[in-house]
């Protein structure tokens, strides 16, 4: 494997934390995240992350090249691309209409939290992509599991400020 791969995959070495690294990816994901949606916004978030998927899928494939495991647990760079995807239902509206996005805080800890449940528990599509048993079903799984967690993120902030009414 090569260091620049090795160092993507691992996320510059948080994917080495142990106990629970896929956790810590996704954790470590959210400074980084905060602060690219300052500097551009969505935009900027939205190209980020399709680049740290497509980085992640590169580096995922040359990680395990020649392995038996095909998703060992210090690559996290897959957590960092779906908590992003998670965080896109923060990020689009905080973009569109001017809010800081730290005010969506609540946002936040369900969009991590949610992210975890549905990578940790592989429910439905998301075991289907972890099943591939290649790079970019490890890649997948996560992706997969951040839409439901955006989705569950924008259902949840409908139920609070539509349903009632706060």
Do not use: C, N
Request: no cysteine; proline share 5%; net charge negative.
């Amino acid at each position: 494997m090569t260091a620049l791969a090795r160092t993507i995959a691992t996320f510059f070495g948080v994917g080495l934390l142990k106990p629970a690294p896929g956790t810590w990816g996704s954790f470590a994901a959210l400074p980084v995240a905060w602060g690219l949606h300052v500097l551009g916004g969505f935009p900027l978030f939205a190209l980020a992350t399709l680049a740290v998927f497509a980085l992640g899928w590169w580096a995922t494939a040359v990680a395990t090249r020649g392995t038996d495991d095909h998703d060992p647990s210090e690559i996290v760079i897959d957590e960092v691309a779906g908590q992003w995807i998670a965080l896109w239902a923060l990020s689009w509206p905080a973009t569109r209409h001017g809010i800081d996005i730290t005010a969506l805080w609540p946002g936040w800890i369900a969009a991590f939290a949610l992210f975890r449940l549905f990578d940790i528990t592989k429910w439905g599509p998301v075991g289907w992509a972890d099943r591939r048993g290649d790079a970019l079903g490890v890649m997948l799984d996560d992706i997969v599991a951040g839409a439901f967690a955006a989705i569950g993120v924008v259902v949840l902030a409908g139920l609070y400020h539509g349903v009632l009414g706060l």
